[in-house]
């Protein structure tokens, strides 16, 4: 990015700043907006300020002051991801990588770096990679997952139940979604509080966000060497034995960003559909009358607070123009997925219903379009609607504006949801679920995801003294037959 597409005033005189007092004092370079610190808290307003002064395409500052484009209007957004000739998701292209203006410290680092991920590729290389994830997720059983999430739900309410109080972001939305996930990889012995602090920590760009990274990665790659040695009905070891043939390396790092990805997006889908049950209550109203299903506030959910802000950086291949901003070579571009589902020429009344309209922005689109957004779907689906049937007088347990939110460029989500309602008894859930299809050979007597044999009722004992129905008895026709045979006069 140029010094004249960053200057307001439209010259490159560095002079030209700001007068004392002036509000653009506080700014970054060139009296541009950062979006990190202290005048990034409400990132939402930011966007709308950039929208306001730049239109649908802004310049803007990430950490340590690196530009950035932020595309903040839909139909910029779908173009971008609809033009792979003219913007690429290859970082290696980008300039501020490639001068060093962004160093291998950079907070951001996690997210921008290139690796041997679909994510990141094009043309041939994109279609093996995505092939392969793609056709590894085609193996997970969709009807099983439901009734694991389903069961999983019972477990996580089970721990708090009896209390008649819980957090439901620390208690639940954390912990379905890497439950969930844990158990599709073929790691469910590696769930725990530590892997979910790391999978939300990498995305905040702080001090640890590295470590957490290299935590993460440690624990794939050793799932990794389990796998090629012992291949199980699993999502990794489908992902391994696909024919593309990846190697360790691109292995360990689709199972991170898959991993990354839908626990994430899914943590923060069931924390904002939970919110707006417990804070609106025209939305609780719809929902238990029937005029709205969970599905549909669970898409409701996906315009108005979608899980993921922004994805960066996409990257210019060619000098360019969008939105009325000259966009050169090598500038990188972040895919603005909560401006781009406000945009007033797409929504120009935020609060109208959009009822089953999947035109957000919230699983990308083009070839990078999120290939697992259905796995997400039926977390957010089974989970609240599963919730909501255990404990149906669920109430928040503190005002509306007392709710805290934490915020980094990647997301919004809630530090805490606090709940109330009756106590009530654990249910007893005996079965181990699983998603997984397991071999017809193999024993499956715990199996949620294949048909298992109903056990037959014992014969009754008939008294010696009582005499046996006749055959004639025993075949007498039912109700509904004798009906239908009065009804055709016979």
Known sequence: MTPESHSPTGT??????????????????????????????????VYENLRAEHGSVAPALLHEDVPIWVVLGHGENMHMLRTPSQYSRDTRLWAPLQDGTVKPDHPLMPIVAWQPI??????????????????????????GIRRHINRATQHLVNKFCEEGRADLVAQFAEHLPMAMMCEILGMPEEYNDRLVHAARDMLKGTETAIASNAYLMDVLMRLTTRRRAEPKEDFTSHLINHPARLDDEEIGQHLRVVLIVAY?????????????????????????????????????????????????????KQETELGGQRI?????????????????????????????????????????????????RAIADVGVDALLTRLPDIQLDCEEDELRWRASISNRHLVEL?????????????????????????????????????????????????????????????????????????
């Not at 994510?119 to 969709?142: K, W």
């Open 328 to 376: 050169r070579k090598g500038d990188g571009l972040i895919l603005g997925m909560a401006p781009g589902n406000v945009d007033p020429r797409v929504r120009p009344d935020l609060t109208a219903n959009m009822q089953g309209n999947r035109s957000h922005l919230a699983f990308s689109g083009g070839p990078h379009e999120c290939p697992g957004q259905d796995i997400g």
């Open 264 to 316: 994430e997006s899914t943590a923060n889908l069931l924390a904002n559909v939970l919110r707006v049950v417990l804070t609106d209550p025209g939305f609780r109203a719809r929902l238990n009358g029937g005029q709205m299903t969970v599905p549909q506030a669970v898409e409701q959910s996906l315009w108005d607070e979608p899980p993921f802000s922004t994805i960066l950086p996409y990257v210019a």
């Open 118 to 143: 679909c994510c990141h590729a094009e043309g041939d290389e994109h279609l093996r990679l995505r092939g392969a994830v793609t056709g590894a997720m085609s193996t997970i059983d969709h009807r």
């Open 418 to 490: 606090p709940v109330k309602f009756a106590p009530k008894p654990q249910q007893d859930v005996r079965q181990r679920p699983s998603i997984n299809p397991v071999p017809a050979q193999r024993s499956n007597d715990w199996l949620v995801s294949t048909q298992q044999p109903q056990p037959m009722a014992p014969e009754p004992v008939i008294p010696a003294d009582e005499p046996t129905p006749t055959p004639e008895l025993a075949r007498r026709p039912g109700v509904f037959r004798r009906l239908l045979r009065w009804w055709r006069g016979d």
């Open 12 to 45: 490159d005189d560095p002079t030209l700043g700001p007068p004392p007092g002036c509000p653009a004092h506080g700014l970054g370079p060139g009296g541009l907006r950062r979006l990190y610190g202290p005048e990034a808290e409400d990132l939402g307003a």
